[in-house]
């Protein structure tokens, strides 16, 4: 049996991861350089935005209630500009650097659940469910 959502689901997780990590490899690169121009730290902030309303939308359409929801936008919103990370202590990046890796493996955790789900799914014999509800129907009356 397939569950068009929780493909849906895994799909829009994978795209989401993809730009994820696309996302921390902008962020790397443009720390990393000795001087940030105006046009990279416009870049960053206008992928950071793209970022967040994606994530917006990946969340809303999941069926899955989990608590720490508000987790993957922690390094997203505390980075309010890239020239102000030069200036955090190493606490504060330490920290938000954990939270991009708490991050991804969240989303993977979610991932893999989803992936579970779809293998169970795919035990499901239509027909034989199909016949057990009948029966239980049967009984009702």
């Not at 997780?13 to 962020?27: A, G, V």
């Amino acid at each position: 049996m397939i569950d068009k959502k929780t493909e849906v689901d895994i799909k829009a997780l994978k795209s989401f991861l993809e730009f994820w990590t696309k996302f921390r490899s902008i962020y790397d690169e443009t720390v990393a350089k000795d001087i940030i121009s105006d046009e990279d730290e416009a870049k960053f902030l206008e992928v950071r935005d793209l970022i967040k309303s994606k994530y917006g939308v990946l969340t809303s359409g999941l069926d899955f209630k989990y608590a720490q929801r508000s987790r993957l936008t922690d390094p997203v919103d505390g980075v309010l500009a890239i020239n102000g990370v030069r200036l955090m202590s190493e606490r504060s990046l330490k920290k938000l650097n954990d939270d991009w890796r708490d991050s991804y493996v969240f989303l993977n955790s979610i991932t893999e659940r989803l992936k579970n789900k779809r293998k169970r799914l795919e035990d499901f014999n239509p027909i034989a469910v199909f016949f057990k509800r009948l029966l239980e129907r049967k009984r009702e009356i």
